[in-house]
């Protein structure tokens, strides 16, 4: 029994090495809000990093996080440029990860200017002539009231900040759709606005991955809650339709057609994927509160073959403000 409890530790560590063969159908799968990952301190007055130095070692410590978890595939939020991807992964092929490319492309996101990204090991499939797309424009809007009453007014969004990317891996197609939603869970304004965008990508799911024959995979910043289990600080705000929306996005089919893979983990205090620092010092402070706001959503065929998922909390707060969502996953096997 002491040989066993001593050597299970080693035995997961070696797991998540890149130093160890693989099964090539067995991925991980991971998506991270890297917050305000820029190229230099000219790009945004925005970011908190300050100085140059600040930037790059935002960018080293982002880097290392990608190192010590080298997913295959990662979702990134809060990136600002196509600049800020290439530094990236020129600082991981400096490691020695060669094998990862960087794919960006620019949001609709005029607020902060914000985009999402994606780095993988892997080929992504082509679609449309593009490894990476976004859907945006008129037929992608959906109208809701911004505020109740008598006096109210319909108005219309869509979602400035999603991307569309494909796989075909072990013979599964699977189709990914990476998502920032407007933030602020607290207020209700931002709430109805976030529940009307959940309802396009809904759509986006339906029309454009399930359409293509790809099993969707939606994953990154929510902003919002999925009152189906607790996470680490339950009741922190009321739960609104958003991640309802999202895993059942067929409504001709009975029950949801995805899982919240984060509800796989184990213990409710774990469950945690951001934390609010609300007296801005980069620490955490006791009673600041730590909740899942970014979600990785699978369907319900790929459970089964799920065979770890995790939030790494290893990392310091000086990183994000978030914490990496990573899902181990078997492909091929159906």
Not at 154 to 165: F, Q
Not at 181 to 208: C, G, K, T
Not at 271 to 295: A, C, F, I, Q
Request: glycine share 6%; aromatic share 6%; hydrophobic share 35%.
């Amino acid at each position: 029994m002491r040989a066993s409890a001593v050597a299970l530790p080693v035995l997961l560590a070696l797991a998540g090495s890149s130093l160890v063969p693989t099964n090539p159908a067995t991925i991980r799968i991971a998506t991270f809000n890297a917050e305000w990952l820029v190229d230099s301190a000219e790009e945004t007055e925005k970011d908190p990093w300050g100085s140059d130095f600040g930037v790059n070692h935002h960018a080293e410590v982002v880097a290392g996080i990608i190192e010590t978890l080298h997913p295959d595939i990662i979702n990134l939020v809060e990136v600002t440029s196509k600049q800020a991807v290439d530094h990236l992964v020129d600082t991981l092929h400096e490691k020695g990860l060669t094998e990862y490319r960087g794919f960006h492309i620019e949001s609709d996101d005029t607020a902060t200017g914000q985009d999402i990204a994606f780095l993988t090991t892997l080929e992504p499939d082509t679609v449309e002539g593009v490894k990476i797309r976004k859907m945006s424009g008129p037929a992608w809007r959906q109208e809701y009231f911004k505020t109740s009453g008598a006096d109210a007014k319909p108005t219309s969004t869509g979602v400035s900040k999603n991307i569309e990317y494909y796989f075909t891996i072990g013979g599964q197609k699977i189709g990914f759709l990476g998502l920032h939603l407007i933030a602020h869970p607290d207020d209700p304004q931002r709430n109805a606005q976030r529940m009307a965008q959940s309802l396009v990508a809904q759509r986006i799911i339906r029309d454009e991955i399930v359409a293509r024959g790809y099993a969707p995979i939606v994953l990154g910043d929510l902003n919002d809650y999925d009152g189906d289990f607790e996470d680490a600080w339950p009741g922190l705000s009321t739960v609104t339709s958003v991640l309802h929306n999202l895993k059942d996005y067929d409504p001709n089919h009975e029950g949801d057609e995805l899982v919240n893979a984060c509800s796989l983990i184990s213990r409710r205090v774990d469950r945690y994927s951001s934390h609010w620092d609300k007296n801005n010092n980069m620490k955490v402070d006791e009673g600041e509160p730590m909740t899942l706001l970014d979600h990785l959503l699978l369907p319900t065929t790929l459970v089964p073959q799920v065979k770890r998922i995790w939030i790494d909390h290893g990392h310091t707060t000086d990183a994000s403000d978030h914490f990496p969502v990573v899902v181990d996953i078997q492909l091929g096997t159906n």
